[in-house]
């Protein structure tokens, strides 16, 4: 009855601030999310903001809960334990840090000494959201900044492939938060709401290397709980940066690689031949900035298409299939499109 009671007075509470809530839980251990609507770049939100903290943190005492559940208290909770735990249990683990981290390294102010909730927010109150002409559609979501600014933080995008999913594949790679999909997010939010230059928002080179490892896989596009597109929002930076700085020598080649192929078979036997010769082949990867390690393909025999015209389409049996047919099947290993 006790979880009933409390969902009846937090209500209680937002009905008095005139303010809606969303309601998710893990109602079989007793534990839920409360989260109400609230728009921290309104200066009156953000008073209401501590108001509604700390009356629920005074519900949560009366319950006899816990702030955080099996999150930790962090910096907007934290200010509330003394309140919460009693000021002598805080003292305790004050003690307890000033023993084990006297110069305060691990991970300051989420426990003990936490700074006010309502400090060091994203936004500052009557910031505004500046709107700018992308070639991408975000307007479902009032442009790419607020698209951007879907993202909440959970850090979902940092889960280990025995999580499951696919999201986000860099980050599995690296393990640094800076190949995250949240940090790619944070960065793009911080840039577009300062810009340094609001003609150029997007020409950033600290924007362009944080961008750099996403392979554009949209994972996260499904498995974000915020939906963040990180990929769209990389093919817009990309195109924006590009208008201002042309397309690299890279870029070049590999949107081009069909027509080098193409080109290339006019004299296949000297292409493959620099494409093996080592000193040949450093050039070539390093122009493209292709890894040393990686091999070039070489260029076969015959492609998929010439090996279909020359009656490779013989059907087997009598029904149908489309195969779409990229230049790579075509010019550097037509082997699994013929099989």
């Known amino acids: 009855t006790d979880l009933a009671d409390y969902i009846g007075d937090f209500t209680g509470i937002m009905e008095r601030y005139g303010q809606k809530a969303v309601f998710y839980a893990h109602a079989g251990a007793g534990e839920i999310h409360l989260r109400p609507i609230l728009n921290l770049k309104k200066e009156e939100d953000v008073i209401l903001f501590r108001k509604i903290s700390e009356e629920v943190a005074g519900l949560v005492k009366r319950y006899k809960g816990a702030l955080s559940g099996e ?30 981290d006297p110069k305060g390294i691990f991970n300051p102010g989420k426990i003990v000494d ?29 442009g790419i900044l607020r698209h951007v600014e879907k993202c909440n933080g959970s850090g979902d995008c940092r889960k280990l492939p025995t ?23 944070n960065a ?7 810009p340094q230059d609001p003609l150029r928002p997007f020409d950033s080179e600290a924007l362009k290397e944080v961008l750099d490892l996403c392979l554009s896989c949209k994972a996260c596009a499904s498995e974000c709980p915020s939906t963040v597109d990180m ?47 080592p000193l040949a082949a450093s050039v070539l ?13 070489p260029i076969p ?24 047919c990229d230049e790579f099947t075509n010019y550097t290993d037509p082997a699994p499109g013929i099989a």
């Open 231 to 277: 990929a769209a929002l990389k093919a817009e930076v990309m195109y924006q940066y590009q208008l201002n700085h042309g397309y690299s020598l890279r870029n070049r080649l590999f949107a081009g690689s069909h027509e080098l192929y193409r080109l290339g078979r006019v004299a296949r036997p000297l292409a493959n031949a620099l494409m093996t010769n």
């Open 114 to 142: 936490a700074p006010p909730m309502d400090s060091s927010l994203r936004y500052e109150p009557g910031q505004t959201t500046p709107d700018y002409k992308t070639l991408l559609d975000f307007s479902r979501d009032g």
């Open 301 to 324: 025999k015959e492609t998929w298409r010439g090996w279909f015209n020359n009656g490779g389409n013989d059907p087997a049996g009598e029904k149908e299939v489309y195969l779409f």
């Open 188 to 194: 793009l939010r911080e840039i577009l709401s300062q």
């Open 285 to 297: 990867k390093k122009a493209a900035g292709i890894h040393p390690r990686r091999s070039l393909p």
């Open 163 to 185: 999580a499951g999913g696919t999201m986000c594949p860099s980050y599995h790679a690296t393990r640094t938060e800076m190949h995250t999909t949240r940090a790619r997010a």
């Open 71 to 100: 999150h930790g208290d962090g910096r907007v909770r934290a200010e509330f334990l003394p309140k919460v735990i009693g000021k002598e249990n805080y003292e305790l683990l004050r003690r307890i840090k000033q023993t084990w």
